[in-house]
């Protein structure tokens, strides 16, 4: 079981970039899902979370320009990230609670390998 992200790379300020969390292996069940940023020396900071019915949360310095969504059928999430700032510069993860292997199973966190993301001219 694992989550895969993808989509980081170089833009400049002002343009946008997607992220993908790609969910495999023996799921049963993802409850919530999530995308983090850690920045060097810097405590892990929320970006955005969204529950299965779709319910978003966001961090304070997103709101506005970036927009979670999921597809529970490819257990997939996205984060849409516009209007990109040099202070966006940094490594996002993701995270969703699953159940693996049945319904029995409790729900465990786990994250992806996280993917760059940095905004320069």
């Known amino acids: 079981v694992q989550l895969q992200a993808s989509g980081g790379g170089l833009v400049q300020p002002g343009g946008y970039l997607r992220l993908s969390c790609a969910a495999s292996?023996?799921?049963?069940?993802?409850?919530?899902m999530g995308w983090y940023r850690q920045a060097p020396g810097k405590e892990r900071e929320l970006v955005a979370t969204?529950?299965?019915?779709?319910?978003?949360n966001y961090g304070d310095s997103v709101k506005g320009r970036f927009t979670i969504s999921r597809d529970n059928a490819k257990q997939t999430s996205y984060l849409q990230m516009n209007s990109l700032n040099p202070e966006d510069t940094t490594v996002y993860y993701c995270?969703?609670?699953?159940?693996?292997?049945?319904?029995?199973?409790?729900?465990?966190?786990?994250w992806g390998q996280g993917t760059l993301v940095t905004v320069s001219s």
């Open positions: 995270n969703g609670d699953l159940q693996v292997y049945s319904r029995f199973s409790n729900f465990k966190q786990y």
């Open positions: 292996g023996s799921i049963y069940s993802i409850a919530g």
């Open positions: 969204i529950t299965p019915d779709h319910r978003t």
